[in-house]
């Protein structure tokens, strides 16, 4: 794996200020006012290479900044050395470093390759660094770094303070951000899929520092530092830790801030007979009713039954207020009254016994709902039990007498009978 430089409105850190995105202060020659030194220095390194092979080598470096490697000035293939540069992040492939002074291009990755040697270093550190320039990546999507580093720590110093960038501009263009510091002020949360992969603004959000636990669509934060990455072909902004993400709000509640009742179980398939149940788990199913005012995530809850076995929910299933979320006993592919009307939104693995059971819902010790039908009489084959409209609560459900055989047909189904999904149509 190769890592790189990786929104209402962005700060970027490394520009200490300066709000334009031109490094030519004048306007004239497209040239920074960055020092313009181009004396020579000679040392011996060990150097290690992307192979892990350590080598010794004669490093002949012109001195230089990271505002002309990243604006083209210097070649690629060429030595140099930059000094006196802020370090602003670090993992286990490299780190990035950035000009105190800031403005856009001045911000780096300098890569190690695995193991090699980069976290000796910490953010905070204040550098001199040799190294060789380098283009990685495929086309237009490519990111300049430093390789076969070596790395002189002269002191500390602070982060680079950040600055405010339009997001239709990094996202048009976000290579004179590279290595930079990027903060993102009063933004929504977009797109969230299922391996963690999210957006803010538009914005991708990378994890090559630190992996946020779970968002949402439309959570809001205050602020959102990171430094702007190059992975998975890729620009992305990557907070470093907990610290770079402040402000978080979300209307969300998560399993584990659930509360006894704010989930209430109303219909249950345990014997289904439909020919195309088969395993007969695969039409075993659980309906789960929001009764409260804001959505909830059940990613986390424990699914468990009389016998004591039990699975959680693993992804980020969402259930909006007064809304029915379905959970199925078989891979959701597998759900055999699965059609356009009706749709499973999560698995579980105790199997509902045909003569009697229980299920439960709970994080922790917290028991959000239970419904204990072990000794019930007349439990129904091949319709579902079906809550009454008159007792959709926690309590409310707990007697047989709240239940019915579920009375009209399921649509994808051979003759079974139930609302999967659905309000339930009990008399």
Known sequence: MRFGLGL??????CEGGISAVDTD????????DAPDETAETEETATVETDDSDVVETDLVSAETTIYDIQSGVV?????????NVVVTAVDNWGLYVSHAAGGAQSGIWVYFGAGNGSTNYSRGQLVHVSGQVNEYGDGDNTVTELVYPAIEVIGTASDPAPVVVAADVFLNDPEPYEGCLVQVNSAAVGSVEDNGDWTLAGVPIGEQFYAVDAVYPGDQFASVVGVVE?????????????????GYSSDVVRAEDLLPGELVITELMINPNDADCSPESEGEYIEIFNPGLQPVDLRGLTIRDHADTSSEVEFMTLVGPGEYVLGVNSPLANFCYADSAVEADFDFYPDLNNTGDSVSLAFGQTVVDAVDFFAWQNLPAGASLSLKSGFVSSSANDSESAWCSAPGYIEAAAGDKGTPGAENDCP
């Open 8 to 13: 209402l409105s962005l700060l970027v850190g």
């Open 25 to 32: 202060p004048t306007g004239e020659t497209g040239e920074t």
């Open 75 to 83: 070649s690629v293939g060429v030595d140099v050395r930059v000094e």
């Open 230 to 246: 190059f992975a998975f072909n890729e620009h992305r902004l990557a907070p470093r830790d907990s610290s770079d993400l402040q």
